[in-house]
């Protein structure tokens, strides 16, 4: 299968807009999407319910109001965002794995007075608490209610608006706000990242022109729409692009997706080195047999989830490298050119500049500029309440060495550097120095002040057995640093996520600064 050329020109139309040349291109009764709910829904069936639903939304949300949606990966999920689409609101995406703080604080800075969700939902997912403590800052608006309104002069209106969608959707710049996302949240507070209708288009008209797919190859995506790799590379690019996808609302239910893989025929995954090992652990042989591209993200993919993969079901993983800010991907490896160790090379259309950090040898600080990277942060205090990046540039404030054939390896993230006795050390070596000695466990470093060395580094593990000796006489035989060695070595349950898969270094943190803070008072 050979690349594509990537058309610039091809990015330039909303959201809406793209989803309706896809369906010109498909034709309107190709059955595009499904979920756990079994219902195939065609193009024809979104753009409906798209038009039905924003009936309804159109009175219930001011013009210029942005909608909170809160609701898990699924056919609902999509045609929500699609009916704020059609009549020209804007969607944040609410992370409900985020806790009420961080919720709440997302809510205040994108201005968010509504929040789209469901009963069901919120039942099956025990959110109640949440629900009772969102519902103090913004009016919740649940989708059955609204759907039981929708009478059968709704449905012909739908009807009739679904034969000529582009004279009665709203009009949008590709250059508007398309969603607004939040950022992970793994080293901070959670940012508000302002995507434009064009960002999130070319980012898939990158991916489709990097990657060769096949046309008729099914995508499975169990990962959260809130997240920019489950809403731009699980959902907008397989819609985009006229691939059948199938919906999964949670990742973690690693016994049921691997059967799903199977039941559903899918070709193209998507997954966190994290989930891709539960989902091959708990995989019955030939399940995920049917796999031709899976794509790891968020996390490094570890050797041994590799050759898991390999040995198991002759599936070659391919890692890749994405910000929230990049809509998100800039770079992932392919089939014919897959480097291990590194996120491979940059997709078309991005351009990229390194700029040295103080104290850190062999790589430098990522920027990057293209269609794909976001307008800006939100930012209240700033003209349309958005910080713009200077000139479009992007600090990724990831470490990076770029090699002769353009394969990017990353170091790390400048925050996860810590300095030790006057020298930097990686934390990501640090955890990969532990995964090697340990590698059925996970294992997370953070760092913490010290009074006489700068920082100390602190291991968290899920091996019960994992001792300071141990990685010491690893270090030592393969000439590793002993500054990468730490100081202690925590044994919990288990290492704490965030709802994308990624390690919840915040909770670690403080979890670690608890600790040791009630040890020195002892």
């Known amino acids: 299968m050979a690349q594509k050329p990537f058309e610039l020109a091809r990015t330039r139309v909303s959201l809406f807009e793209a989803l309706l040349r896809a369906r010109d291109g498909r034709g309107g009764k190709y059955k595009i999407l499904e979920d756990h709910e079994r219902k195939p829904l065609s ?222 025929g899918a070709n193209v995954f998507f997954a966190t080195d994290t989930f891709a090992q539960q989902y091959a652990r708990n995989a019955k042989d030939g399940d995920l047999n049917c796999i031709k591209l899976m794509v790891c993200g968020a996390e490094r993919v570890k050797p041994e989830t590799r050759e898991l993969y390999k040995t198991r079901f002759d599936v070659e993983l391919l890692e890749g490298y994405g910000a929230t800010e990049a809509s998100p991907v800039i770079a992932v490896n392919i089939p014919g050119a897959n480097k291990h160790g590194t996120v491979g090379q940059f997709l078309p259309g991005i351009e990229w500049r390194l700029e040295p950090v103080p104290g850190i040898e062999g790589g430098q600080k990522l920027f990057v500029r293209g269609p794909n990277v976001m307008r800006g942060y939100l930012d209240p205090t700033k003209p349309f309440g958005i910080d713009l990046l200077p000139q479009g540039w992007h600090d990724t404030g990831d470490v990076v060495d770029v090699d002769e054939d353009g394969f990017i390896r990353i170091l790390g993230r400048v925050k996860r550097f810590a300095k030790v006795g006057g020298e930097m050390v990686s934390l990501n070596a640090v955890e990969s120095y532990a995964q090697t000695v340990w590698p059925d466990h996970l294992h997370a470093a953070v760092a913490l002040p010290d009074s006489r060395k700068g920082e100390r580094i602190i291991l968290f593990t899920d091996n019960a057995d994992a001792k300071v000796e141990d990685l010491q006489a690893w270090c030592k035989e393969n000439g590793a640093s002993e500054l990468a060695i730490p100081k202690r070595i925590v044994v919990i349950e288990s290492i704490p996520v965030l709802g994308s898969g990624k390690t919840d270094y915040v909770v670690l943190q403080r979890m670690a600064a608890e600790r040791f803070a009630e040890a020195k008072a002892a």
């Open 43 to 264: 193009y024809d069936d979104i753009v409906r319910a798209a038009f039905a639903l924003g009936g309804k939304l159109d009175m219930l949300i001011k013009r210029r109001e942005t909608a909170g949606i809160l609701l898990p990966t699924g056919a609902g999920c999509v045609v929500t965002f699609f009916a704020l689409q059609a009549i020209g609101r804007t969607p944040a995406m609410l992370n409900f794995t985020a806790g009420a703080m961080n919720l709440r604080a997302a809510c205040e800075a994108a201005n968010v007075k509504k929040i789209l969700t469901s009963r069901a939902f919120i039942k099956l997912g025990g959110l109640e608490a949440l629900e009772k403590e969102l519902s103090k800052h913004a009016k919740l608006i649940y989708l059955e209610d609204v759907r039981k309104t929708i009478d059968i002069g709704d449905k012909l209106v739908a009807l009739l608006k679904g034969s000529f969608p582009r004279v009665f959707a709203a009009k949008a710049n590709p250059d508007d706000t398309g969603v607004i996302l939040f950022t992970s949240g793994s080293y901070g507070t959670p940012r508000g990242a302002v995507l434009s209708h064009a960002n999130i288009v070319g980012n898939v008209e990158q991916a489709h022109a990097h990657v060769p797919f096949d046309p008729e190859w099914v995508f499975f995506n169990p990962l959260p729409m809130f997240h920019c790799f489950g809403l731009t590379g699980g959902a907008m690019l397989p819609l985009f692009t006229g691939h059948k996808v199938f919906l999964f609302p949670s990742p973690l239910q690693v016994k049921e997706i691997p059967k799903l893989v199977k039941e559903t």
